[in-house]
């Protein structure tokens, strides 16, 4: 299991931008593909993107492709979720998990920290 910490969340307007970290506790972290997901009000929790270890390959959702880039700085153990002309949709907790890139379900994950909130107002 990968320790992980989200930040970067707030509280935005429609047509913001926000920049999500997830700082990872491993020393192995270039070994595993990274995802974020999200989960808003009476939703389920749901697949946004995933890069693979070494950052070649990455994955969107439909609702967050041409706008949300996922990537990584392994040196720094950290991946990031580089949000442009957010939606009211895409308010909810961004939980970010570690492991294979396949991996786009959340039933997938056995654990989720706190994640980071974040609110899109119109």
């Known amino acids: 299991q990968v320790q992980v910490v989200e930040s970067g969340g707030g509280l935005v307007q429609t047509g913001d931008s926000l920049r999500l970290s997830c700082a990872a506790s491993?020393?192995?972290?270039?070994?595993?593909?990274m995802a974020w997901f999200r989960q808003g009000p009476g939703k389920e929790r749901e697949f946004v993107a995933a890069?693979?270890?070494?950052?070649?390959?990455?994955r969107y959702s439909d609702p967050v492709k041409g706008r949300f880039t996922i990537s990584r700085d392994n040196a720094k153990n950290t991946a990031y979720l580089q949000m442009n002309r957010l939606e009211p949709e895409d308010s909810g907790v961004y939980s970010c998990?570690?492991?294979?890139?396949?991996?786009?379900?959340?039933?997938?994950?056995?654990?989720w920290g706190q994640g980071t909130q974040v609110t899109v107002s119109p």
């Open positions: 998990v570690a492991g294979p890139f396949t991996r786009t379900m959340a039933a997938d994950y056995d654990y």
């Open positions: 491993t020393r192995t972290f270039g070994n595993y593909a």
């Open positions: 890069i693979s270890s070494t950052g070649s390959r990455t």
